[in-house]
């Protein structure tokens, strides 16, 4: 059974900084891809950023410059550095995990107060 733990969501002003962390575990092998999707209210989920195995990064324009995305392979864990946040990054964040199969996590709540 595969479980992700996603933590560091939270409420920050406008220009503040938040971590994201998800960590899978279990029976989890061949992971090609990690990555984070958010969802705000009345939208559809969107990719945010990933990291694929070779350790290329792909990101959202909307964030590009402001988000970093980091995995410890060892720990199977990925991370999700978000700075000058804006209101408009307030949604639930999702971390989702591509092995054989796609895994997501429970989702995260972050909030950007203006």
């Known amino acids: 059974q595969v479980q992700l733990v996603e933590s560091g969501g939270g409420l920050v002003q406008a220009g503040g900084s938040l971590r994201l962390s998800c960590a899978a575990s279990?029976?989890?092998?061949?992971?090609?891809?990690m990555g984070w999707y958010r969802q705000a209210p009345g939208k559809q989920r969107e990719l945010v950023a990933v990291?694929?195995?070779?350790?290329?990064?792909i990101y959202a324009d909307s964030v590009k410059g402001r988000f970093t995305i980091s995995r410890d392979n060892a720990k199977n864990t990925v991370y999700l550095q978000m700075d000058t946040l804006k209101p408009e990054d307030t949604a639930v964040y999702y971390c989702?995990?591509?092995?054989?199969?796609?895994?997501w996590g429970q989702g995260t709540q972050v909030t950007v107060s203006s």
């Open positions: 990291i694929i195995s070779g350790g290329s990064t």
């Open positions: 989702k995990v591509q092995a054989t199969k796609g895994y």
């Open positions: 279990g029976s989890i092998f061949s992971i090609t891809a």
